[in-house]
């Protein structure tokens, strides 16, 4: 069983940065995409960025490419979302989740197998 669990969210002005953390327990880690995907209130789940197994494939949505880095430690079981230059419309909780069977990342949220509880992340104007 694989137990994924956020950390690094809060409020933060416009223009700031936080980072992100998502530690995975399990073997299976190391050998699996990872993907944060985030959630607005009234809004459906949407893809943020997701990375490979060894971190050598990465996808980002196009409203945080530039701006956000998706990155992972396998060795500490860990993936991070790097996020700056923070927008009011980035609010969202944020969600990591573990794709088990495939180490090829994807932005489609069917495809991934477990997931963190949360973690809000608040952007003010």
């Known amino acids: 069983q694989v137990q994924l669990v956020e950390s690094g969210g809060g409020l933060v002005q416009a223009g700031g940065s936080l980072r992100l953390s998502c530690a995975a327990s399990?073997?299976?880690?190391?050998?699996?995409?990872m993907g944060w995907f985030r959630q607005a209130p009234g809004k459906e789940r949407e893809f943020v960025a997701a990375?490979?197994?060894?971190?050598?494939?990465?996808y980002y949505a196009d409203s945080v490419k530039g701006r956000f880095t998706i990155s992972r430690d396998n060795a500490k079981n860990t993936v991070y979302l790097q996020m700056n230059s923070l927008k009011p419309e980035d609010t969202a909780v944020y969600y990591c989740?573990?794709?088990?069977?495939?180490?090829?990342?994807?932005?489609?949220?069917?495809?991934?197998?477990?997931w963190g509880q949360g973690t809000q992340v608040t952007v003010s104007s």
């Open positions: 399990g073997r299976t880690f190391s050998s699996s995409a």
């Open positions: 990375i490979s197994w060894r971190g050598s494939t990465i």
């Open positions: 989740a573990l794709d088990a069977p495939s180490g090829r990342p994807s932005p489609n949220a069917y495809e991934y197998d477990y």
